[in-house]
């Protein structure tokens, strides 16, 4: 994300919802987006060597998720490339640190730990897990392995560290082409019952899945979830759960036509039934995002690539509400934009105990390569009517660098706790100068006021 350093700005936002809302909200009660100042979480160097596997010289901070608990305080997890290892802060309610310094999740400095993906235990806010890629060569054409760790105690500490996929296949990559693959692609989910899911691809294209009954002390082997003898290569995994039913979705590479699988569970992750192809356009389907709601509602974000412009991504959304099996048809998110044309890919997807819908996404301009800007949009009438594009603060300063990640853009940048409260994070990078993580934090409430965006 951006961060705009200096000014104490106030910018008037009008939002207005395509169709009507609720009963619970009349016209003059329309939900309304407020921000607090943003914080700093880390600072570095802007400095990226060739690749030369773990020896590489990537001295900056990037790859940043983002975590809220019931009480609003916020942990967020990002890495350190100087240092090779994965840290945690975690900001209260107030904005306050927890910690005088960052916690080192990882603790392996001699290979690289990315992408990481996090989730605080909503019966107990000391449990906190994380689970990330390491950039660990057994052997294969690719480095890549997935790891674990829990915090017990608020954060302050991690237990053991955990290798899940103990493979040669390149964990964690999600393959577009022979010469192209994002990091990061790995999933982590949490059940009411405390039970955890991890999902992720590898570059070869197969897709695992493990699960923890005890609170992340063991994992079960990983599996590789049956594709039907899909011969295209699964990337982007994404998980939700809702009682005895788990939800996977998952995009695929080395096709431009391509849609989003759906693999559903029934009895918590125990086996899974076979995939469906779940959208459908002329157009490429990608990084998917999914969240259950109060109803059993499945909700279903991604990005897409339209064959008639394949310069230009839009983030569509569907719904459905017999247990995936049928979706509503999709509708465009992104095609409204307040900020300049351009493209909107690779969604967050968060959801509160209201079942007000949040969607976030990177905003690429025309003739940039790399994300300039984020962008969210809500619902307040659980996905029947969505916001216009709502432009992050400080969202779109060219002079603060691009959007990371340098390792791909398969992230959870948003989290929302049940009592609407948004946290969303993001990386700013300098080539040669300097790269930042910084904390964005808000809330929608229903006061029909004018929202005020502080830009600090």
Known sequence: MHRIAGLQTFITVAFSLSLALPSAFSHAEEPRLTWQSDIKVAKGPGHRGPWQMNKSRYLFVDDPTVAVDANGAIAVAWANQSKKDIFLQIYEANGSPRFAFPVNISRSPQEFSWLPRMLIDPNNPNNIHVLWQEIVFSGGSHGGEIFFSTSTNGGRS??????LSKSKAGDGKGRLSQRRWHNGSLDLAMAADGTLYAAWSEYEGSLRFSRSTDGGKQFSPPREIDRDADPLPARAPALATDGSRVYLAWSVGEDMGSGI?????????????????????????????????????????????????????????????????????????????????????????????????????????????????????????????????????????????????QQGLLMKKLAVNPAGTIAIVNSRFIPQNSSHIWLYRGSLGKENVVAEQSLD
Do not use: M
């Open 158 to 163: 991690f237990g053991k560290v955990q290798n």
């Open 261 to 405: 699988r759906l693999a559903t569970s029934i009895n918590r992750g125990g086996s899974f039934g076979k995939q469906r192809i779940i959208t459908t356009s002329a157009g490429r389907a990608d990084a998917p995002k999914l969240v259950t709601d109060s109803r059993s509602t499945l909700h279903l974000v991604f990005s897409e690539t339209p064959a008639s412009n394949p310069r230009i991504q839009q983030v569509r959304y569907s719904q459905s509400a017999d247990g995936g099996r049928t979706f509503t048809s999709a509708t465009t998110l992104s095609k409204a934009t307040i900020l300049d044309s351009g493209g909107a890919s690779f969604p967050s997807l968060s959801i509160d105990r209201q079942d007000r819908i949040y969607v976030l996404w990177e905003h690429t301009a025309d003739g940039t390569r790399h994300p300039q800007g984020l962008e969210l949009s809500y619902s307040a009438d659980r996905g029947q009517s969505f916001s216009s594009p709502i432009r992050i603060p400080a969202a779109g300063d060219k002079k603060r660098g691009w959007n990371g990640s």
